[in-house]
């Protein structure tokens, strides 16, 4: 019973690949052998998906991909928090590596093989039969430590031993230098004091042996030029005891991991430059070509078609690679053709080309001429690569008239413009009357073939003749592009092609197309100018990108200068000997920063017509291009503000920025989403734009333009202004959208804040001066006229360190006592340590280590009494989209000026605010 149930039982591998054709393949041939698979184009859903209760039977992964890439999946999978998959085997596919490379990978992943992309499928099935079998287990990472702390040592071992490591312990020098001569180590974790010398001289030795080990050095000494020292002859890390064992695991890991990067850092580079220059040559011949090209492999599953098989046959390259038997007819001629293909994958030669018929996504038969040949690899055929011709009409042609009208037909179906046919070896030449033209010869001039060879230069003459014969003798169909005089003596360009068609039975001459491409290869000449071009343009647009960098930095030097001296102001009497050098800083700093702006002014120039309007009337008019323009999945909301300060800048501008921000949103969203476009008011003081250089003094309308989309990191969001920068798809973006909208706020005197995470949208505030009425400046007599002050303890909590201190300033401006905390693991320990009431907490409400509202359940154990105030640069209804509010929280939005800060804390105290 046990023996049919091993017979009957179907092996599960699971496929992860994010290369979709890939991913496709590898699933067909495991399939094919009669392998269940699970297949996934991300390692998140991979690991989402597994079931510790019935794993599968092999992994089959990437390396590179987003998300978790394959280094992470396999780490994650040999990890004693997911013991259920320790044992399962890996076996890694990647175009990266190879040779000894790809071994010390395997080892390093704790995998079980390695195969380079593309896979041959015969050796790809036989190291998963072989894996499956339990033939190939994993090459265990070897561990050297040396420490004569026998028990510190012992936990070392055993938490190595935990992550499937193989472990020596070395009590001195001696000893670790006789296993290291012994047996081969990945990694040596080295102790500092030794009985019999300093470990440093160990690592010498062992890196002088073996380049490739991974050294950590470890002391009790907390000299910092010690760690210098050592980083300088080779250690990959140092470690101050005590320390956990399982941070020097993972300092391990990635240390193997870092160098294994390091190691194929050239090859990386080189190879993606090898596959840009391919993948522009071949996209050059796609798009030129009228012809549909493809690959397949040795089981004739389709891996490549160009995008003329959509004008072809009416569908796109990915839908007939999947239905490409439902597109073929049952013509006899087509079993004939397959038999031809099978000929050229088993003897690994070029075969003669041959007809099919196929049929149009419309139910209308095609008929197109293959040509393909076979790529060998070790003696055997690993693909075949081809080109369909359409020759449906000239297949009608010779149906009704095959003998008056074949060299025409042919002709015809081949070119637009000119026709010829040849032989070699007769000295045979013949033309149709567009060759005639193109040459500039009269029609009742017949050449000979030696004769026609005197219009190309004498340089090709040889090339082509020797295409011709190969054509005829081999069926191998060619292209070429040569340089003519015609009989009038003007130089032109033309494509010149040849095929050898198979009449009965043998090849009597070479037909083909002569085309006048001048015009092709003038515009070809014109687009590498034209890129010169842009090169020169992009090159200016960084020099002046560099000077409102430099001038950016430096007015942000200016401004704190210009900040605390008004600061000061406030703070000194006006009879004050100080107060008037004060204000002789304050006009130095503000002439300097006439200067500046000067210098800004080259980087951005722009001719506009600015008027004074209301912002809502303008993006109320745009609202139903808005909703064409981002598509019917998307919700746009519209939140305009009432009593809507009045702006003065150029209309078509804020067409720009709204119609930019839009698209940018758009884009962002996966599938159904939201738009939010809001207007308002905002008043800045001197307190808050002391901490932000790019904010001046003032009243402010303010356009807020926010989505529910895939969010940016920290390093996303702080390269988005800069010219050409994009994350989109090549084709897809120019880069220069935000770089615009950037470049139009600045020309008018406004500031953009951007508050984004991954997941979690992104909301764009842009800020215009308001028109009609001047900026009021601080009294110095009075600096906060009117403000609500107080006296209690309050805890702030915020991971922004200049937000902290700006919020902790207002504060103690105000009158009250503050803690200050920067994580909300810090909140929480002050909470518990501190020995007064603290009456009030005010936090951010996206924080890493945990959210706000997560915060306030943790503080609520510990005091139960105090009351929150939660800040966020994100709008309340996006913060409520991703569930971080609940209804009745206090919240203050981010940026907010000291009036309003103290307004808010004010009547949260007072229990007046919901």
Not at 17 to 41: A, C, E, P
Not at 66 to 84: H, K, M, T, V, Y
Not at 304 to 317: K, N, Q
Not at 470 to 477: D, F, N
């Amino acid at each position: 019973m046990t023996q049919t149930r091993r017979d009957n039982y179907r092996p599960t591998a699971m496929v992860v690949n994010d290369d979709i054709t890939q991913l496709n393949i590898l699933s067909g041939l495991l399939r094919k052998d009669g392998i269940r698979v699970q297949s996934f184009d991300s390692a998140d859903d991979a690991m989402a998906a597994m079931d510790r209760g019935c794993p599968p039977d092999l992994i089959v992964t990437d390396l590179y991909m987003p998300g978790i890439d394959g280094w992470r999946f396999c780490r994650l999978l040999r990890s004693p928090e997911n013991a259920a998959f320790n044992q399962i085997p890996i076996l890694i596919i990647s175009a990266t590596f190879a040779g000894e490379e790809a071994a010390r990978i395997t080892a390093d992943l704790g995998a079980n093989a390695f195969l380079s992309s593309p896979v041959d499928g015969k050796r790809f099935i036989e190291s998963v039969k072989s894996l499956l079998s339990g033939e190939r287990p994993r090459e265990q990472l070897r561990v050297l430590i040396v420490e004569d702390n026998i028990t510190a040592a012992g936990l070392l071992m055993k938490s190595f031993e935990q992550h499937g490591y193989h472990v020596k312990i070395a009590t001195g020098m001696e000893q670790a230098a006789d296993a290291f001569k012994r047996e081969s180590f990945d990694v040596a974790v080295i102790d500092y004091h030794l009985p019999d010398g300093n470990g440093d001289e160990l690592l010498a030795q062992f890196r002088n042996a073996r380049p490739d080990v991974v050294c950590i050095m470890m002391t009790t000494d907390p000299s910092p030029e010690l760690a210098i020292a050592w980083m300088r002859q080779g250690a990959a890390a140092y470690l101050k005891k005590p320390f956990e064992p399982e941070y020097l695991i993972e300092l391990s890991t990635r240390a193997r991991r870092e160098r294994s990067l390091l190691r194929v850092q050239d090859l990386l580079e080189e190879k993606t430059r090898q596959l840009q220059e391919r993948d522009q040559q071949l996209r050059n011949v796609l798009e030129n070509s009228t012809n549909v090209f493809y690959t397949h492999t040795p089981e004739h599953v389709l891996t490549y078609l160009s995008p003329r098989i959509e004008v072809l046959l009416g569908c796109r390259p990915e839908e007939a690679m999947v239905e490409w038997t439902k597109l073929t007819t049952d013509n006899p001629a087509n079993t004939e053709g397959l038999a031809i293909t099978q000929k050229a994958i088993d003897t690994g030669l070029p075969q003669p080309p041959y007809l099919l018929e196929l049929m149009h996504k419309t139910g209308r038969h095609v008929w197109v001429e293959i040509n393909e040949a076979p790529v060998v690899e070790n003696g055997s055929t690993v693909a075949i690569v081809g080109s369909l011709t359409d020759i449906t009409e000239r297949k009608q042609a010779e149906d009704a008239r095959r003998e008056a009208g074949r060299f025409a037909m042919e002709t015809q179906c081949i070119a637009r413009v000119g026709g010829w046919k040849a032989n070699p070896h007769t000295d045979y030449l013949e033309w149709t009357e567009g060759i005639y033209e193109i040459v500039e010869e009269s029609s009742e001039y017949r050449p000979s073939l030696a004769e026609g060879m005197k219009y190309f230069l004498p340089q090709d003459i040889p090339v082509i003749l020797s295409k011709l014969a190969g054509c005829l003798s081999t069926g191998e169909p060619f292209t070429l592009e040569t340089e003519i005089i015609t009989a009038k003596g003007r130089q032109l360009w033309a494509e010149l092609r040849g095929i050898a068609p198979v009449v009965d039975g043998e090849r009597s001459a070479v037909i083909g197309t002569f085309q006048d491409i001048t015009d092709r290869k003038q515009a070809e000449e014109e687009k590498v100018r034209l890129q010169e071009q842009l090169l020169q343009a992009q090159k200016m647009e960084a020099i002046g990108q560099l000077a409102g960098g430099v001038a950016h930095d430096f007015n942000n030097m200016l401004n704190i200068i210009i900040g605390y001296t008004q600061m000061a102001l406030i703070k000194t009497e006006p009879s004050s000997p100080v107060n008037s050098n004060l204000k002789e800083i304050l006009n130095a700093a503000q002439r300097s920063a006439d200067l500046v702006r000067q210098l800004l002014a080259f980087a951005r120039k722009q001719t506009i017509a600015p008027k004074v309007m209301d912002l809502n009337d303008i993006v109320a008019g745009m609202l139903n291009m808005l909703r064409r323009l981002i598509g019917e999945q998307i919700d746009l909301l519209w939140m305009p503000a009432t009593d809507l300060w009045q702006v003065k800048m150029d209309p078509t501008q804020v067409d720009q920025i709204v119609a930019n921000l839009a698209v940018n949103a758009r884009d962002s969203i996966s599938g159904a989403g939201k738009i939010t476009i809001e207007t308002g008011r905002a008043e800045f003081d001197e307190t808050y734009c002391t901490q932000y250089a790019d904010f001046a003094v003032g009243q402010y309308v303010m356009l807020e333009i926010s989505d529910n989309g895939n969010g940016m990191d920290k390093d996303t969001k702080n390269k988005i202004f800069e010219p050409f920068f994009t994350t989109k798809e090549i084709g897809k973006g120019t880069g220069m959208g935000l770089a615009t909208v950037y470049g139009i706020v600045k020309q008018n005197k406004g500031f953009i804040n951007v508050e984004s995470e991954p997941g979690k949208g992104a909301t764009f505030k842009i800020y215009l001066p308001r028109f009609g009425k001047e900026e009021t400046a601080i009294n110095g007599s009075a600096p906060y006229p009117g403000l609500l002050t107080g006296t209690e303890t309050v805890l702030l909590v915020e991971d922004d360190k200049a937000l902290l201190n700006m919020a902790k300033m207002m504060l103690e401006e105000l009158g009250y006592k503050v803690l200050t905390a920067g994580t909300p693991g810090e909140a929480i320990r002050l909470a518990g340590e501190y020995s007064s009431d603290i009456r009030l907490v005010v936090t951010d409400v996206v924080m890493p280590e945990m959210s706000g509202r997560d915060l306030q359940k943790r503080l609520k154990v510990i005091r139960p009494g105090m009351k929150y105030l939660f800040m966020s640069g994100y709008t309340a209804n996006v913060i409520a989209h991703h569930g971080i509010l609940y209804e009745g929280v206090n919240f203050i939005q981010k940026p907010f000026s000291m009036n309003v800060f103290a307004t808010k804390v004010r009547e949260v105290l007072a229990g007046r605010m919901n």
